[in-house]
Nanobody, 124 residues
Framework: QVQLVESGGGLVQAGGSLRLSCAAS????????MYWFRQAPGKEREFVAA????????YYADSVKGRFTISRDNAKNTLYLQMNSLKPEDTAVYYC?????????????????WGQGTQVTVSS
């Protein structure tokens, strides 16, 4: 079992930055691949970024490539998402997700463990 708790969301102006965090608990949390997803109002949840268990490989959705950076600190059991050059279309609830397998594709719909989500709102 892995428990996930996101934090760091908020309101920011377009062009600004935010850093999301996801605290993971559970004896084997550091052995899981980790993901960020987001869901905007009226839209389906979509893949944002992925990182393997060791933090040596990452993968991004085209919509965030070059602006967002996923990272992890396994000593702290924490996942991060640094979001720069934010746009109004980045407004969504952001979720972290854990899955044993590392998938480097944007059609992956998520593993069994989800956080509760954190709201990110980007004003124009």
């Amino acid at each position: 079992q892995v428990q996930l708790v996101e934090s760091g969301g908020g309101l920011v102006q377009a062009g600004g930055s935010l850093r999301l965090s996801c605290a993971a608990s559970g004896r084997t949390a550091s052995t899981y691949a980790m993901y960020w997803f987001r869901q905007a109002p009226g839209k389906e949840r979509e893949f944002v970024a992925a990182i393997n268990w060791g933090g040596t490989s990452t993968y991004y959705a085209d919509s965030v490539k070059g602006r967002f950076t996923i990272s992890r600190d396994n000593a702290k059991n924490t996942l991060y998402l640094q979001m720069n050059s934010l746009k109004p279309e980045d407004t969504a609830v952001y979720y972290c997700n854990a899955e044993r397998t590392y998938y480097r594709n944007s059609v992956f719909s998520g593993g069994p463990y989800w956080g509760q989500g954190t709201q990110v709102t980007v004003s124009s």
